[in-house]
């Protein structure tokens, strides 16, 4: 008997099934239905509930009226940081006028070298002050982990109230889900270390959001 | 991991006079016990949540067979390949297989409980394959001898910066530092190389969703989402209990989960992971291996100990336990300390391997109280105690001790004779400071304190009198 078979089995017996294949009717329809849980009561309006949760993750937030001023406020963000003018972006902001406003973003995969990464979101979560990024061609996963500084471009009807609303908006427009699911909230962070609360452990030092809409 | 559950007592003894553990204990109750109080109460109604993280932890355990079916289907109709570990050896003999079966020659490992359960990074070894731990409580581990962990969440807390300044100074050959920050920089460049270069990514698996076929873990440090996006494979090892039917059920035990270990309304990062790279992609594991490990899962459903499985490895119980807090987790023996351990270990290694942990416990149910899923661990903790009395894994003494009392309780009037004799007795002990210094049979109790003196009368003789 294989393993699965074996354990499968023991998981049966443990449960007292009758018969050797179960009746799947009950989770397909909970699963098919999906019901949201408990949340938490909402008491608030999304953008600026998102905007102080992600500040208070030590984030940074900044908002813009349209997507064509956002090189040339990453411009001003790295200039004012003291931090380089140049890194990558997500393929799918290419057409942005970096080069407009003096920087040299790059829509390659990013290095492990690469001190700046621009990217943009799925869709943003408000109860925690959440991105929501996922993974694709045109969105690479490591733009947003490999480099120092990571910034990134949510537009404001994008902000969801709950991550269930996240899950209900990547079924309608996706049907499935992407190979990763990375759920960002602020820059990394560890307190291994005699529970202090360091800033950028493996993954960024710092998060800028630009708010478009 | 090498098990040493049965020398809990000398070692915690040991435990309570190391300066520097006491120091990192004590950090537990000003800081992770303050942040989770914070979090619970900034949540609203903490109580109706835990209750909904029960019903969901419950549901995915009353059809556990057909939601790892499910989840089985799904993972591999997404190009994963799920495979099943009966035991540790199995799980190890798999992950070293597809290590070789790639070529691969240094593994990148984000925290996983699981594979210190099963000795992962020993088999690792063993067959030529590195494995370099990258987070940074687990590294600092690794390289100190391959210390094992002694908090399931911090697990360097019992160590100080200074000693990881000595030892990064010592292995790293680099100038001292005793600023954590500079510390985590100096980690963070030793370790950057490493995921470039490691061809495969471990992690563990705080659930998997039967519903999508994905691995969900929380990391804060970001090493996870390096090990799962950078290592041509990707390996997650976890055990069968961590199936969660949807993504809705696992989005309010997200709410509960960082809330209870760290105090944090969410991680920095909560990753899922659905299947290698997709061939348009630029990044990702080529290979997407899924490890479901049994090892004695399956026989807890059957039991008593059931609603253990519900565990979702927060920590909380041991960051409130009076014993844990006082002897700190390298005395428990194995992977699991604190009052969780008190019931897996035994329920894993064997009762009559880990006679003294059902034991370490004040029964004050701090730990039922926090618990983010509702588990009775003092219940469970008695339950394991009987079975311990009814095996005879208790000694002589004690056995006898409590037969005679449980036979004197039976008879109501020698029962209250024998109770006034010792009320009046220990009073005179006491004398005019109404301390008893030294008490026969339990020194170990008077050793270290003293015995506050009984005022001479019984409960039932002042009860009797305040009646009339």
Redesign the interface.
């Known amino acids: 008997m294989?393993?699965?078979d074996?354990?499968?089995g023991?998981?049966?017996?443990?449960?007292a099934?009758k018969v050797s294949l179960?009746d799947?009717a009950?989770?397909?329809a909970?699963?098919a239905a999906?019901?949201?849980?408990?949340q938490?009561?909402r008491d608030w309006e999304p953008e600026a509930r998102f905007r102080a949760?992600a500040e208070a993750?030590t984030s940074t937030v900044e908002k813009l009226g349209s997507l064509q001023a956002v090189p040339a406020a990453v411009a001003r963000y790295l200039v004012a940081h003291g931090l380089p003018t140049g890194g990558v972006c997500w393929p799918s902001l290419r057409r942005l006028d970096w080069i407009g406003a003096g920087l040299g973003m790059e829509d390659?995969?990013?290095r492990?070298d690469d001190l700046v990464g621009v990217t943009g979101c799925f869709c943003a979560i408000a109860?925690?002050g959440?991105l929501m990024l996922l993974?694709?061609?045109d969105t690479?996963?490591?733009a947003s982990?490999?480099p120092e500084t990571h910034i990134a471009i949510v537009e404001t009807q994008r902000i969801v109230p709950?991550?269930?609303d996240a899950?209900a908006l990547l079924r309608e427009e996706k049907g499935?889900?992407?190979?990763?699911?990375?759920?960002?909230?602020?820059?990394?962070?560890?307190?291994?270390?005699?529970?202090?609360v360091?800033?950028?452990?493996?993954?960024?030092y710092r998060v800028h959001i630009i708010l478009v809409g | 991991m090498e098990l040493r559950s049965n020398e809990f007592k000398a070692r915690a003894a040991a435990n309570l006079g190391d300066a520097k553990l006491q120091k990192?204990l004590g950090?537990?109750k000003v800081?992770?016990v303050v942040n989770r109080a914070n979090a619970v109460a900034e949540?609203?109604?903490f109580e109706?949540?835990r209750e909904?993280g029960k019903e969901?932890r419950n549901?995915a355990l009353?059809?556990?067979?057909?939601?790892?079916?499910?989840f089985e289907r799904e993972a591999t109709a997404?190009g994963a390949v799920v495979h099943?570990?009966?035991n540790a050896s199995?799980a190890c003999r798999i992950i070293v297989d597809i290590a070789r079966e790639n070529g691969v020659k240094k593994v990148a490992k984000s925290k996983s409980m699981v594979s210190e359960e099963v000795g992962l990074n020993e088999a690792l070894i063993e067959a030529g394959i590195e494995p370099v731990e990258?987070?940074?409580?687990e590294y600092?581990l690794q390289i100190n001898d391959a210390e094992p962990p002694s908090h399931i969440v911090?697990?360097?807390?019992h160590?100080?910066?200074e000693d990881?300044a000595d030892l990064f100074h010592e292995k790293h050959g680099t100038p001292r530092k005793t600023d954590?920050?500079a510390?985590?920089?100096e980690a963070?460049e030793i370790?950057?190389?490493q995921?470039?270069s490691a061809e495969m990514g471990i992690s563990g698996a705080n659930f998997i969703v039967?519903?999508?076929g994905?691995t969900l873990i929380v990391t804060?440090?970001?090493?996870g989402?390096?090990c799962?996006?950078?290592p041509r494979l990707h390996v997650a090892i976890t055990g069968?209990e961590k199936v969660v039917?949807?993504?809705?059920?696992a989005?309010?035990l997200?709410?509960l989960l960082p809330r209870s270990a760290?105090g944090q309304?969410?991680?920095?990062?909560?990753?899922?992971?659905?299947?290698?790279?997709?061939l348009?992609?630029?990044?990702?594991p080529q290979q997407f291996h899924i490890v479901?490990v049994?090892n004695g899962r399956?026989?807890l459903?059957?039991g008593e100990m059931r609603e253990m499985l519900r565990c979702i490895r927060c920590g909380a119980c041991m960051n409130h336990c009076p014993v844990y807090q006082a002897v700190g987790g390298h005395a428990y023996g194995w992977v699991y300390p604190g009052p969780m351990g008190n019931i897996l270990t035994p329920s894993y290694v064997g009762l009559e391997n880990a006679v003294a942990l059902p034991n370490a416990a004040t029964m004050c149910n701090q730990c039922g109280v926090v618990c983010p899923v509702k588990i009775p661990l003092p219940d469970l903790m008695r339950t394991l105690r009987e079975e311990q009395m009814a095996r005879g894994l208790k000694p002589w003494a004690e056995r006898m001790g409590l037969a005679l009392w449980g036979w004197a309780a039976q008879q109501p009037a020698l029962y209250a004779l024998g109770t006034r004799i010792a009320a009046r007795v220990m009073k005179w002990m006491g004398g005019s400071e109404k301390l008893i210094h030294r008490l026969p049979f339990v020194s170990g109790w008077t050793d270290g304190r003293d015995f506050p003196a009984p005022a001479g009368k019984t409960f039932r003789e002042l009860y009797q009198r305040s009646k009339r």
């Open positions: 294989s393993s699965r074996a354990i499968l023991r998981v049966r017996s443990a449960l099934r179960g799947t009950a989770i397909d909970h699963i999906h019901p949201v849980g408990l938490p009561q949760r993750l390659r995969p990013a492990g109860e925690t959440t993974s694709g061609a690479p996963a490591a982990l490999l709950f991550m269930e899950w499935s889900l992407p190979r990763a699911v990375n759920f960002v909230s602020g820059p990394s962070r560890t307190a291994d270390i005699e529970q202090t360091t800033l950028g452990a493996h993954g960024p | 990192g950090l537990i800081k992770a949540f609203g109604d109706a949540l909904a969901i549901r009353a059809d556990l067979d057909l939601y790892l079916e499910r997404r099943w570990a009966e199995d990258t987070d940074l409580g600092i911090m697990p360097v807390i160590k100080t910066v990881v954590p920050a510390l985590t920089r963070r370790l950057r190389p995921f470039l039967a519903e999508t994905s804060n440090e970001g090493n989402r390096l799962t996006t950078l069968i039917p949807t993504l809705e059920d989005s309010v997200l709410r760290t309304a969410i991680t920095n990062y909560v990753s899922l992971h659905t299947g290698p790279k997709r348009e992609e630029s990044d990702g479901l049994d399956s026989k459903l059957a």
